[in-house]
């Protein structure tokens, strides 16, 4: 759609709660004299993709927090509540229709019922002959835009890295963020209705409730969701933050006691910042290279590019967002569910210190350090053997920062089910990973205060002596035994594969 055509234009707000550099909102004030914005929930869709209160929490109050930030650009926010994403096409022809809108602009979303649904809205806005544009904002690229030579998606990282660098590594690359949209005006701003009566139950609204459907209030007050300040402005201060430590970032980052990660997750998730706006920061500590004389900024600019490769991942197969395994020939593992591992692990009573002090610390505060989401998915999948699915809907239920690409792509690496996934006889060992990695017992001592009086030796692997009537478990497995047996299936079910 070119700028400068429409008198009235409606903006669709997802997963890009901000101002600055967002691409929807940025080229509809451009093309629009009068322009709204409108936020549709769907609590059982939601629910049904595995999201917990956490993530909606967060999604909900930086909501609040850009309604107050449109409004002085005379762009009114409105909020409808469905139950489900089949709803919302008839509902946005409804909402054009009595808005007298003449264009809709939406950010793009990849996995496949997001997909489904916004080729919906497109196929039903047509019928009203309401155009809609869908821009890349979630992504530095649209995925589809970058194969391999014989057309198809990239599913080893390596070479997707090596793809994406060759076209772009360089300081003109384009990934400069927009600026925020053009005030309106305060005479735009009145021309919008106070509300609309909408077929069935559901009104669109300016008010935004504080939950949705059977979603509880997390807590942390109007403006945090636990530990995390929500809004566009703490994003800000979060990047700035680490753009001062970001030298030191390849050192630092797989400390879980440091502040040595960007923490910057949560809000990249709901769209408080753009990945373009952290790409943009790292690239000038780099000199405008992807892999360049800054390490620390080298290696946090790899991380976006395995956020931007899961992103990528669910377009070109989408078989992952059907709770199916990359790997088709691993729907054969057979996984030993036993629920009260899976109970114990979730609670953070496996009797292995730095295990359980990761899970706690995702239960307490909705987040996991990246270092440890790998140790406890390892432990949960080759130790416990547990099905990676049922970790992945926990951890989808308790993040903060839940994103089905990264959450989905991170369990099946750890899995060995997955696109570039670690080799199925690589298990991490919880305890020499502790010491490596917790050296000091400092994070162990913050979430497992029963250990806090064992020594920096002792913590990581109790002594025996702890268990007779202390309040610390027993461990729930031998690491050594276990992962001896999970490599024995793993190898039996490829000795199958070989024989068929």
């Known amino acids: ?21 967002n691409t929807a909102l940025y080229r509809a004030a451009r093309a629009c004299d009068a322009l709204a914005a409108v936020f549709i929930a769907c609590p059982e869709t939601w629910r049904s993709h595995g999201d917990g209160d956490n993530v909606v929490a967060m999604r909900l109050r930086t909501l609040k927090s850009l309604q107050a930030s449109l409004a002085k650009k005379h762009i009114p926010l409105y909020f409808l509540e469905l139950s489900r994403f089949a709803q919302v096409p008839a509902a946005l022809q409804q909402i054009c229709g009595k808005l007298e809108v003449d264009a809709l602009f939406a950010n793009a979303e990849y996995p496949l019922n997001e997909q489904r649904r916004d080729a919906a809205v497109r196929d039903t806005l047509k019928q009203i002959r309401v155009p809609v544009e869908y821009c890349t904002d979630r992504t530095l690229i649209p995925p589809g835009s970058l194969t391999t030579n014989s057309g198809d998606g990239f599913k080893v990282f390596t070479p997707f890295k090596r793809a994406f660098i060759a076209q772009h590594d360089n300081s003109d690359c384009g990934f400069d963020p ?179 002090a990761a899970m706690r610390q995702l239960n307490q505060t909705g987040w996991m350090h990246n270092r440890l989401r790998m140790v406890v998915a390892s432990f949960l999948t080759k130790n416990l053997l547990t099905d990676w699915r049922l970790g992945e809907r926990y951890f989808m239920q308790q993040l903060v920062d839940a994103d089905f690409a990264a959450n989905n792509g991170g369990w099946q690496w750890a899995a060995s089910t997955g696109t570039d996934a670690a080799p199925y006889f690589r298990v991490f060992n919880p305890y020499s990973q502790s010491k490596r990695f917790d050296p000091d017992g400092d994070f162990i001592r913050r979430f497992v205060p029963e250990l806090e009086d064992y020594s920096n030796k002792d913590i990581h692997c109790p002594p025996r002596d702890l268990f007779r009537g202390g309040s610390y478990p027993v461990p729930i497995c031998d690491v050594t035994q276990s992962r001896k047996h999970a490599i024995e299936v793993f190898a039996n079910l490829k000795s199958q594969e070989s024989s068929d």
């Not at 759609?1 to 550099?21: C, Q, T």
Request: hydrophobic share 35%.
């Open 1 to 21: 759609m070119s700028e400068n055509n429409f008198a009235r234009g409606l903006v669709w707000l997802r997963n890009d709660l901000r101002m600055e550099d």
């Open 178 to 356: 927009l600026p925020a949209p053009r005030s309106l005006g305060p005479d735009h701003g009145n021309r919008w209705p106070e509300w609309i009566a909408l077929a069935g139950e559901n009104n669109l609204v300016r008010s935004i409730p504080d939950s949705v459907g059977d979603y509880g209030v997390a807590p942390g007050g109007e403006r945090k969701v636990l530990d995390w300040t929500v809004g566009e402005g703490a994003a800000k201060k979060r990047l700035e933050a680490f753009s001062a430590v970001i030298p030191d970032y390849h050192k630092q980052r797989d400390f879980p006691a440091l502040e040595g990660t960007s923490r910057l997750s949560p809000y990249l998730n709901c769209g408080a910042i753009s990945v373009r706006q952290c790409a943009r920061m790292a690239l000038e500590e780099n000199g405008g290279r992807w892999a360049g004389s800054c390490e620390g900024a080298s290696s946090w600019l790899n991380e976006i590019l395995w956020r931007e490769f899961y992103q990528h991942l669910v377009v070109h197969f989408p078989r992952v967002c059907r709770n199916l395994p990359f790997k088709p020939e691993t729907e054969g593992v057979p996984w030993a569910n036993r629920p009260s591992d899976f109970e114990r692990w979730r609670e953070g009573q496996t009797g292995v210190p730095i295990v359980d």
